[in-house]
């Protein structure tokens, strides 16, 4: 590194290492976690496709592009720092697993993305570890700092012990929680890695990842001891922390400072609105020490426009420098004892040696020349568990069933739920750490709630929380916001690439009303019918089913089971039972053609039935639900014989049989 502070875009930077390539897991883990913006600006990271600027029908663009990642990608936060935000709840396929540390707050900041390339299949982890939390605040406005490195499968790496640890830990510490599948995944790949005996090679220190919050794991000070002590002991310390203790003197930084005895050190004032956010005691303790206060160059923390509100500090980083080496610790740790501890907070950060540079290195902080003005320190985790209620719940589509779980000491009091002061449910006595299951009229309440909002409001006695609903069976969610006609469904099928149905949806959002603000999913009718009538006859529904057919099995010799689900048993705007269903209303329609679209679904269930038994017996509910649908043949040919004569009802004999006879010719 030279001495110009490094920059970029957090979400860039992301993009920019996944390159394209077909992601298979991913896992963030979060302190503050703003379910809405994640979903908008961070998750579309993971998808090298292009979304529509209204939120709206950018969400419908993203519960496509998840399709193949059902049940692989998942966010781990802290319950007690649920940001509902202005961007709308949670709405699409991604596992909201709360996590509750019995020593401190999950304070981690990382993301992890397993993909593969698309030519040579090999498999590669990039790894995000960093000081933003998944928040607007932290990915767009704040100052932060994030070190990103990429693994292959397979191959040799010193981070493997310390990632298997942290993984590990976060598997216990969601334990509550079954819905590990990307984690585990994550896991596996890590485990397969060789490990490094050696701290460097070459004489450049290989990157170290350190966990903390549990037993056996080590504090900063020691890690750094332990990794590259030698290389520190005499070196410049810069640390750049936001939050400090509430105390006269600090002592992570007095433990730093004995241990590495650094020739100068520079910590960042916190400040806010020019005032120094700190003890005016610990202010004069540093610099009796020997130290310096800095702040970050004005043209980092500038908001832009003149008269712009400064942008708030909230990297963490830990620097050690001098003539010819830079040594960098960079994640989550605040120079706070929560942090810095063995067993206090759960924290992630990675030590990274910086490029050798031929230009003088010198501090990144400006020092502080002027005694500042004092106001109260406020902790990051301030009032983050004020209005805190220990309460989980879950809510599966595909089973309707809905859950919930209470985290707190002893039997629950009585728990209230609601929304926008409407009930939907009420527990009481509750043991501690059980999945309970609700009634059936407390879980239609929640699942007609999940239609609109995945937030709810707990109360107990005059306190209340935020609770963020865990939703699984995503493939039987009913669609954000459309529904397509059966002649746009046969349309949908028949486009060929991911692009083709990314424009295809756009331009059906486009046409429903009252877009222009929408910023949370809304079921909305699609008006008017495609211009190529091709699609409402006989060659359109054969086309499309052809089409259909061939990308269901493709998804099942790919092991894409969930790309199968979502289309043959989903609730999705184009799944096959939505299909039959819309049939079966569509009163109005031509007989025939709805007679002639429920033989083709009948003609697909009953070869993936017989060519995909176990697919077919995974899927109960699903199965259940198309075979019920799929009855409304009967109802249909009745229709049929009473607008016609006997030849009708000896011709429909013969058709049918052959019809489904033929199966098995279904193209694929």
Known sequence: MSEAIPRAVLTEALREKINGRRVLAAVFCTFRFEPGFFEQEVLPVLFDVQLHQVPAIRRLQLEEALRPLSGKVAVYYDPRAVVEGDRGPAALDVRRIPVRPRTGYFHPKNVFVLVADASTKERTLVMFTASANLTQAGWWENVECAHIEEIRAGGRSRLREGLLGFLDHLRTLSRHVGEHGPLDEIRRFVRGLQ???????????????????????????????????????GANLEIVSPYLDDVDASGPLAELVER????????????????????????????????????????????????????????????????????????????????????????????VEGQAGRRRRRFWLDAVEDRPLFLPDGGEDDSAEADFVPLAVRYDWGSERAEVLWDGPGTSPEVVAYDHGVPIFSVAGLEPGTWTRLPGRQAQALRARLRSSSFLTARVGDRRGVVLVLETGMAYRPSLLLDLSPAEILRYWSLLTAEQRMA??????????????????????????????????????????????????????????????????????????????????DEDGDLVDRYLIVLCAQQLADALRRDWPDFWA???????????????????????????????????????????????????
Not at 510 to 538: C, K, M, N, Q, W
Not at 622 to 632: D, E, F, K, P, S
Request: contains cysteine; hydrophobic residues 40%.
């Open 504 to 585: 295809y949806l756009a331009e059906r959002g486009e046409r429903v009303a009252d877009l222009s603000g929408a910023d949370h999913p809304t079921v909305y009718p699609v008006r008017g019918t495609p211009a190529d009538s091709i699609f409402d006859r006989f060659a359109g529904m054969f086309h499309g089913f052809a089409s259909l057919a061939r990308a269901v099995r493709d998804a099942l010799e790919d092991d894409s089971l969930a790309e199968a689900r979502f289309r043959v048993f989903g609730a999705k705007h184009d799944s096959l039972p939505v299909l039959v269903e819309r049939v079966t209303r």
């Open 195 to 233: 490990p490094v005996a050696h701290r460097s090679g070459s004489g450049v220190l290989h990157p170290h990842f350190l966990a903390n919050g549990r037993r056996g794991a080590t504090a900063l000070v020691d890690f750094l001891d332990d990794v590259a002590g030698a290389g520190l002991r």
């Open 618 to 668: 995974g899927e109960r509910s699903g199965a259940a639900r198309l075979t019920a649908a799929l009855a409304v043949r009967a109802r249909l040919r009745a229709q049929l014989l009473a607008r016609n004569d006997e030849e009708m009802s000896r011709f429909l004999d013969w058709y049918e049989a052959r019809f489904l006879r033929e199966s098995q010719d279904v193209p694929a």
């Open 260 to 351: 590495f005895q650094p020739a100068r050190w520079r910590v960042l004032l916190p400040e806010d609105r020019a005032s120094a956010r700190c003890r005016e005691s610990l202010y004069d303790w540093v610099q009796a020490q020997g130290g310096e206060w800095g702040r970050l160059p004005g043209q980092l923390t500038s908001g832009g426009e003149r008269g712009a509100t400064q942008r708030a500090v909230h990297a963490k980083v830990y620097r050690f420098f001098s003539t010819d080496r830079e040594v960098l610790f960079v994640g989550s740790l605040n120079l706070t004892r929560a942090a810095h501890q063995s067993s206090g907070n759960v924290e992630t950060g990675v030590l």
